[in-house]
């Protein structure tokens, strides 16, 4: 075998030589690889961070858009796109700036922005209004934004979609624009959403005596099972509420905003103008702006009939004390028409006949709890109804037929009422307005409303057709969409007088059964620390021993500001009444947008879709 000889030393020099140029070969090429892969990690890094720098950009400025959109749908509509398109956006003191332009590249416009018409049928709402329906507006926005002197353009586009609603407030079982208080004293079951624009004061009487909560509960503020505070009559209860729905209460919901102008947009006193007589800019003769998007806001402009009183109230002159106005918006030339009145009271050879209405005419009676005399304008239902059928020349048939035929036609027969009463407010007397005969209303039902308190005396809205009523709970198969809308609603029963006085005890003053079918808005006297408001539980006012005696409610309770005329607070009862049996319960006809009540009052919601950037 023959060994190798050894390798010399210059030999060994040179093998060692060779290995460590190869190892500094393979290190340079590992040095040069790491340096690339930082310098690209380094680009693409840079270049990441300017495109999210874009994206935030873009998403910046779809966002003032949209605070510019909102701000005019929250005070009345939105604009024409012009208004929003070439809206500047300023990027001074940005670490970097960027030109923005629409998604064809046109930086005379901030933004591509497309604008829907408001859908005229109804539309179900996603998000957190899952469940309602409402009137949407659809809006698209969107942006490039491109970044300024970075060496690379790097744009970013971002695309929003979003819905503008009105929602109509009568699909809430109780709606709350303020605090909402609800401290029953036998057990009951809400079966409708709940909203509360302020907190939400729940507690049950005991556990035999629970309140519970079928549905959606939310409040803008908190959620609480314990009385307010202010309440000084409920201190002592705590719980005794169960929800139904998993989700519920929700607190820190979204706030649901009004339609009335100004910066004061949802306050609860600021909303009662509503039910004013508008603002002189708002009101007839000035025709653009009373029948205008804003001006509509006013139940006054949108009411097909509008009842006005004179200010001496029953002093006035027989058949010259009530005026009564047919509106209609469509007939530009006479929006409002005078009414003639309808019943010759008196004929006189020298003086003339003397009319008045048979349908509308003036009353006065005691209210226990406002220690008021009540000077109220009556409005007779059945009496309505037949003047509506008068084919006559003094007749309601000829107005009839104007709001559902030609040029002027609203598409609907009279389904509305405003009544205004002027009579003064005094420490002895009340302004108001009453309600009676109501059992069966005009065909395509009826809203009333005044900026004074009304009185509902007797069944209202309980037949359509007189074969078959509708006087229990859960039951409004016979009846029409109604709603009623007031600074108070008192129920006066089938069995009140008006010969009571000051002086009649409650115990002369017996109730009987009866019942309202209607959606209610109305104001309250709110819990102050030393009185209780009464709760959600006497939002409806007696003045009568109900005690045996049921009281039938099917509606929406809907509280939006302070009573600004009935401003008694709520007593204990064995004062001015007794409770009766309450048989109270959501209207779910109100839950389909054809059995709405006319004139339903609508909040507003921005609802937002789908987002997507490239």
């Not at 060692?16 to 393979?26: E, G, P, T």
């Not at 009105?166 to 057990?187: H, K, T, V």
């Not at 409002?336 to 003397?354: E, F, H, Q, R, Y």
């Not at 002027?422 to 009676?436: C, G, H, T």
Request: glycine fraction near 8%; charge should be neutral.
């Amino acid at each position: 075998m023959r060994i190798p000889p050894p390798l010399s030393q210059n030999a060994r020099r040179g093998y060692a030589l060779l290995v460590v140029l190869c190892s500094m070969a393979v290190l340079l090429v590992v040095f040069a690889s790491t340096l690339f892969w930082a310098s690209s990690n380094a680009k693409i890094t840079t270049r990441n961070n300017l495109f999210t720098s874009s994206q935030a950009a873009a998403e910046s400025c779809t966002e003032t858009v949209l605070a510019y959109m909102m701000r005019d749908f929250t005070y009345g509509s939105i604009n024409d796109v012009t208004n929003y398109n070439a809206v500047t956006f300023s990027t001074n003191g940005w670490p970097i700036y960027f030109d923005f332009s629409d998604t064809n590249g046109n930086s005379a416009y901030s933004a591509s922005i497309s604008v829907g018409l408001v859908s005229t049928t109804a539309t179900n709402l996603n998000s957190q209004f899952v469940g309602l329906f409402g009137f949407v507006q659809p809006v698209e926005i969107a942006t490039t934004a491109t970044p300024l002197g970075q060496g690379q353009d790097l744009s970013a586009t971002v695309y929003q979609s979003i819905n503008f609603a009105l929602i109509p407030l009568f699909q809430y079982a109780i709606f709350y624009n303020m605090d909402l208080e609800i401290n029953p004293g036998a057990s009951m079951t809400i079966k409708g959403r709940v909203h509360s624009n302020g907190n939400l004061w729940a507690t049950g009487n005991s556990s035999g005596s629970p309140l519970i909560f079928s549905t959606t509960v939310d409040a803008a503020g908190t959620v609480s099972n314990l009385p307010s505070p202010l309440d000084p009559q409920n201190s002592s209860r705590s719980g005794n509420v169960t929800y139904n729905d998993p989700n519920s209460p929700i607190p820190d919901y979204s706030s649901l905003t009004l339609p009335i102008g100004g910066s004061t947009n949802n306050n609860p006193t600021n909303v009662q103008a509503i039910l004013a007589q508008p603002p002189a800019n708002y009101a007839p003769p000035n025709y653009a702006n009373a029948y205008s998007t804003n001006g509509m806001i006013y139940v006054a402009n949108a009411a097909d009939l509008i009842i006005s009183n004179s200010a001496t109230g029953l002093a006035g002159t027989a058949g010259t004390n009530i005026t009564v106005y047919y509106q209609n918006p469509n007939d530009s030339l006479n929006p409002l028409t005078k009414v003639l009145p309808d019943v010759m009271i008196s004929s006189n050879a020298a003086s003339g006949a003397i009319y008045a209405y048979s349908f509308a005419t003036n009353v006065t009676f005691y209210d226990y709890r406002e220690s008021d005399t009540v000077q109220a304008v009556q409005v007779d239902v059945n009496k309505l109804n037949t003047w509506l059928t008068n084919g006559s020349a003094r007749g309601g048939l000829t107005y009839n037929n104007k709001n559902i035929s030609g040029s002027t036609s609203k598409g609907h027969l009279i389904n509305s009422v405003y009544v205004y009463n002027p009579v003064p407010l005094s420490s002895s007397q009340l302004p108001a307005v009453r309600m009676i005969n109501g059992s069966r209303l005009p065909p395509a039902g009826l809203t009333v409303a005044t900026a004074t308190p009304m009185y509902i005396k007797g069944d209202y809205n309980i037949t359509a057709t007189s074969n078959g009523f509708s006087t229990t709970l859960g039951d409004t198969s016979h009846t029409l969409p109604a709603s009623l809308l007031a600074d108070s609603v008192t129920i006066l029963s089938p069995s009140w007088s008006d010969g009571y006085t000051s002086g009649t005890s409650l115990g002369s003053r017996n109730a009987s059964s009866m019942a309202v079918n209607a959606a209610m808005l109305e104001g309250i006297v709110q819990s102050d620390g030393v009185h209780y408001s009464g709760g959600v539980e006497n939002f409806m006012r007696l003045l009568e021993s109900w005690s045996g005696d049921t009281l039938t409610y099917n509606g929406s309770i809907v509280v939006m500001f302070p009573s600004k005329y009935a401003t008694t607070y709520w007593q204990t009862t064995g004062n001015y009444y007794n409770a009766p049996t309450r048989q109270w319960g959501f209207d779910t006809n109100f839950l389909s947008s054809s059995k709405l009540p006319p004139l339903t009052p609508t909040v507003k919601a921005v609802i937002r879709g789908s987002y997507a950037t490239w």
